[in-house]
């Protein structure tokens, strides 16, 4: 035998263990996103609710992460612009975790705007926002 024939045989056992490798254990293909959004959200996917002054109203948001990883969020509320405390929440990969936060009506009557933030970990803009619209009646 001739050390060509040695060398495409090496070669070729080489391809057969690299394709093999490669198809019991694909690279990622997906694109990394997560999703955030209020599931109890009209058909349009805003919402509103009344509220008495002084009354304090619950809001689930939901949290899908399909990062290729777990992620540690945190979830706030904000009325007008103001943020509430927030939560902090781990989310596995292709897992769903619903976020119930809590926001105390706003003293004086009218149509607020309850914002919901959801950060991926550091203290920078959030990645994601929704908000839900909130009417105080007298």
């Keep these: 035998r001739s050390p060509l024939t040695w060398g495409l045989a090496i070669v070729l056992v080489a391809l057969v263990v690299g394709v093999g490798y490669l ?14 959004y209020l599931p109890n959200a009209g058909d349009n ?12 109203a619950t809001f689930t ?14 979830v706030a509320a904000a009325v007008n612009g103001t943020e509430m405390p927030n939560r902090s929440v781990r989310v596995e990969n292709r897992e769903t975790r619903n976020v119930t ?12 705007r309850v ?3 959801l950060y991926d970990g550091d203290d920078g803009a959030p990645e994601l926002t929704t908000r839900y619209w909130v009417r105080v009646q007298s």
Excluded: I, K
């Excluded at 198809?23 to 955030?36: D, K, S, V, W």
């Excluded at 996917?45 to 304090?56: F, H, I, K, N, P």
């Excluded at 936060?101 to 607020?112: C, F, K, N, T």
């Design 61 to 74: 948001v939901a949290v899908e992460n399909y990062e290729h990883s777990a992620v540690t969020y945190r």
């Design 101 to 112: 936060l809590s926001v105390p009506a706003p003293e004086d009557p009218g149509r607020y």
């Design 23 to 36: 198809a019991a254990n694909p690279g990622l293909t997906t694109t990394a996103y997560t999703e955030f």
């Design 45 to 56: 996917g805003t919402a509103e609710r009344s509220l008495s002054v002084g009354e304090t």
């Design 115 to 117: 914002g919901f933030r």
